[in-house]
């Protein structure tokens, strides 16, 4: 098994007139949308783990860095299976 670190930034985006709120999981890339789980303790962790299970990669431990340039969003490294 090897495992791989990489670095994720999410950022938050408002509802509109014709779309819900949603959180964006950047890698590289690539960008998953992800609708914004009101329930969740941490919207941000859950949509890098709803991200990471839809591009088919196992996480096994990552953790908060920082916050994007900006101020608009979170940084994360992922240790992942690959």
Do not use: C
Request: charged share 25%.
């Amino acid at each position: 098994m090897r495992l791989q670190n990489i670095r994720v930034v999410t950022r938050y985006y408002s509802a509109t007139d014709t779309k819900g709120s949603y959180i964006t999981v950047r890698r590289g890339g690539r960008v998953r949308k992800i609708h914004y789980d009101y329930a969740a303790r941490n919207p941000h962790e859950s949509a890098v783990e709803q991200a990471f299970e839809r591009w088919g990669l196992k996480i096994h431990g990552y953790g908060f860095t920082g916050t994007a340039r900006g101020g608009r969003g979170n940084v994360y490294h992922v240790t992942v299976e690959g």
